[in-house]
């Protein structure tokens, strides 16, 4: 039988014919337990046959060897399907010989009936082993990965690994090293930017973080990447952090942990926020006390106004800021009269004084006016 199997599998599944030759000692254990429970089952009666009876039968010893064979199928990167093709064929022979000596020896027929179907339930059953160890060690393979795959992003924001460690991680899990990554973040509970950032390709490592989900992008400035990260991520709410090298990772992911906090609070709106278009935005309010106490002590000459009077005129400094004292650039802004815009520069000059001439003062004063108002304006 053996022979018989081994011939028709050198045709299709050589690899497998040539198993059954250098393991054949232990094939034939398998074989000869196979045949000895076939002789069992056909003392039987046919209804008590192991998938006709109510009860559940007693696991096979066999199954454990088939379930090894299984995981071994995954491990070699070979295809289940081939696998269970191959105990098919075995199947059909095993009957064959079967068939014909039960003929020779004149089996009654219902113990045929039950020979027959207990070849083909015994097969089946080590088809399902070989599955169950296949489907479990792809799980098992998979689970390691993405242990794998978070330790590594761990690793690459957490400044304590050199690029020994770094490499020798990434090799575990077959990720190339870039020149250069990317940090993107997302709120954990925003569940759009959640399914959009799982979308990112494979070569993403996604990372865990105390507030906010992360992925590190590898080499972000290739050929039309960033087109691709806006398209993709648009809708998420993301922050995308400025490239750097792997090594200077943790601090680009500090300065992407800022720009989220200024997207929380509506200073940055666009979406997704590339940290590189906004690093002013991201200096200035590092320190909002800082930036509150730079206020205070830059536009102290509007101190004694009135809310109103004090917000109208921060209006208009700002705007002409902005224009380089163009008043009719300044009128068009603020929708309002040419002539209301030199009142308000007259107040604001009677104010301020010379220093509104000063480039260092003028200089101070378009930082504190640049991204909004001061609050309690």
């Known amino acids: 039988m053996l022979d018989d199997v081994t011939r028709l599998l050198s045709r299709d599944w050589p690899d497998y014919a040539e198993f059954i030759v250098t393991e054949r000692e232990e094939v034939l254990v398998s074989a000869s337990m196979f045949l000895h429970r076939l002789i069992t089952m056909a003392q039987w009666d046919i209804t008590e046959l192991p998938g006709v009876s109510d009860e559940q ?22 295809d289940l399907t081939s696998l269970l093709s191959a105990y098919q064929l075995g199947a059909r022979v095993a009957w064959h010989h079967v068939a014909e000596a039960a003929l020779q020896v004149g089996v009654p027929s219902d113990v045929f009936a039950s020979l027959a179907e207990g070849v083909f339930i015994f097969i089946d059953r080590l088809s399902s082993a070989s599955a169950r160890g296949y489907v479990l060690e792809q799980s098992e393979a998979a689970a390691a990965r993405e242990r794998l795959r978070d330790e590594l992003g761990n690793m690459l924001l957490s400044d304590r690994s050199d690029t020994g460690a770094i490499r020798a991680a990434a090799a575990r899990i077959d990720w190339p090293v870039p020149r250069e990554a990317s940090v993107v973040l997302v709120e954990p509970d925003n ?10 390709d494979q070569s993403c490592l996604h990372v865990r973080r105390q507030r906010m989900l992360c992925a590190i992008v590898p080499d972000p400035g290739g050929p039309g990447r960033r087109d691709r990260l806006a398209t993709t991520l648009a809708g998420a709410g993301a922050v995308i952090g400025h490239a750097v090298p792997l090594e200077n990772l943790p601090a680009s992911m500090r300065v992407a942990e800022a720009a989220a906090q200024l997207r929380r609070t509506q200073v940055l709106v666009d979406d997704p926020v590339f940290v590189d278009e906004h690093l002013d935005s991201i200096i200035v309010h590092r320190d909002p006390r800082l930036l509150d106490a730079f206020r205070a002590k830059a536009l102290a000459p509007l101190d ?3 809310p109103v009077t004090r917000q109208r005129l921060c209006e208009t400094l700002a705007s002409w800021l902005r224009h380089l004292g163009d008043r009719r650039a300044v009128a068009e802004e603020l929708h ?22 000063d480039p260092d003062n003028r200089r101070r004063l378009t930082l504190a006016l640049a991204w909004g108002l001061p609050e309690g304006n």
Do not use: K
Not at 336 to 357: A, C, K
């Open 191 to 200: 569940p759009v930017g959640v399914a959009l950032l799982s979308r990112l």
């Open 57 to 78: 039968p007693e696991p096979l010893g066999e199954q454990l060897l088939f379930e090894e064979i299984g995981r071994a199928q995954w491990q070699q990167g070979r």
């Open 336 to 357: 309002i009269h040419p002539q209301t815009v030199r009142y308000r520069l007259t107040q604001l000059r009677e104010l301020f004084g010379d220093s509104l001439d």
């Open 304 to 306: 004694e106004l009135g």
